[in-house]
């Protein structure tokens, strides 16, 4: 049995070799749908979590104003996202995405899901449950630590 040091250091490369693999088919969906994938990751936040502000992004993002900006002015060129100014502060603007870029985002998702869901039919049910419990443990945890 793997003491926890050596057992997290082992999570810690299956955790990398999976971003990077989810990063790879990101980059390949993007390059499909004619986005760099720094669009395809704003379209995506945007879709999740609905309307947001700059600078929510530039934190979502881990970036600078102006590359938020950049990426916004892309996705509303491309009718994908809106900017919408609030009411009672014109200096806030809120981003939306619209049908054409939630259409992109759902049209995705299934195909990472169709993707996943074959890997998925070499497991039995029970390593399924087990495997998703962990995963939403895990994710939860680490999520609290930051």
């Not at 990101?26 to 700059?54: P, W």
């Not at 495997?131 to 939403?136: A, C, D, R």
């Amino acid at each position: 049995m793997l003491e926890n040091k050596e057992l997290a250091g082992h999570l810690d490369s299956l955790l990398q070799r999976l971003s990077v693999s989810t990063h790879r088919q990101k980059n390949h969906f993007a390059e499909v749908i004619g986005i760099s994938r720094q669009q395809f990751d704003v379209l995506c936040i945007i879709y999740e979590k609905g309307l947001i502000t700059m600078g929510e992004l530039c934190k979502d993002i881990s970036s600078a104003c102006s590359t938020a900006t950049d990426l916004a002015d892309k996705l509303e060129r491309a009718g994908y996202v809106e900017r919408l100014r609030e009411k009672k502060d014109r200096r806030v603007v809120r981003l939306n995405i619209l049908p054409k870029g939630e259409k992109l985002v759902k049209s995705v998702i299934e195909q990472r899901s169709e993707k996943l869901g074959a890997v998925l039919e070499a497991f039995d049910e029970e390593e399924k449950m087990k495997t998703i419990s962990f995963l939403e443990t895990l994710t939860d945890r680490l999520e609290r630590q930051q």
